[in-house]
């Protein structure tokens, strides 16, 4: 009888935390996962877009950090695609082609030695390797290399005065853009 009742015991105690983690799933998921002793982010590789690093070679190829100055940077990987659709078919049909890259970078105006302005003024000069190497490394290790030419670089003053310049690029040597 007494090995009956603690049973019994045990068995409500499971039941109360069950119902309880319950309602607590349903008033915060978050909180529930706590109460259960499981961390909401134990183990999540998500990160957010903070702490990125910017380089790109100048003129002479050297590459230059100018993470401060940059204030927006978009970038593309995409690849072609060819259309191989048959007559037969009741759905798409398509081939990856050739890979590609695109960026645009966006920053504060900068004059101070190796930074944003010492790199673009002259982006019409490409090295003797034939591109810019840019880095994009974001949080946590992994890097993007993409070899560009750089088409532009305009600059634009508002009329709260301050001074920002964009330099979009475009792949330059077949060299297919790659996280490391």
């Keep these: 009888m007494i090995q009956y ?3 019994l015991r045990r068995y409500a105690r499971r039941l109360r935390v069950a119902v309880a983690l319950h309602m607590a799933w349903l008033l915060s998921p978050r ?3 706590r109460f259960a002793g499981v961390s909401p982010i134990a183990g999540a590789a998500k990160q957010t877009g903070l702490g990125w690093t910017v380089a790109v070679a100048d003129s002479a190829g050297t590459s230059r950090d100018i993470s401060n100055d940059i204030t927006d940077v978009q970038f593309g990987t995409p690849s072609g695609v060819q259309d191989i659709t048959g007559i037969d078919k009741s759905a798409m049909e398509r081939l990856l082609l050739l890979a590609d890259g695109t960026i645009t970078l966006k920053g504060v105006f900068n004059v101070a030695v190796n930074k944003s302005h010492a790199v673009f003024k002259n982006y019409r000069t490409v090295p003797a390797a034939g591109y810019r190497a840019v880095i994009l490394t974001p949080p946590g290790g992994s890097a993007l290399t ?4 750089f088409t532009d670089y305009s600059h634009a003053r508002s009329q709260n005065g301050d001074h920002i310049w964009t330099a979009p690029g475009v792949l330059a040597d077949g060299s297919v853009p790659t996280w490391s």
Aim: aromatic fraction near 0%; hydrophobic fraction near 60%; charge should be positive.
């Design 5 to 7: 009742k603690n049973s």
């Design 146 to 149: 993409l070899n560009m030419l």
């Design 31 to 33: 909180l529930a996962l």
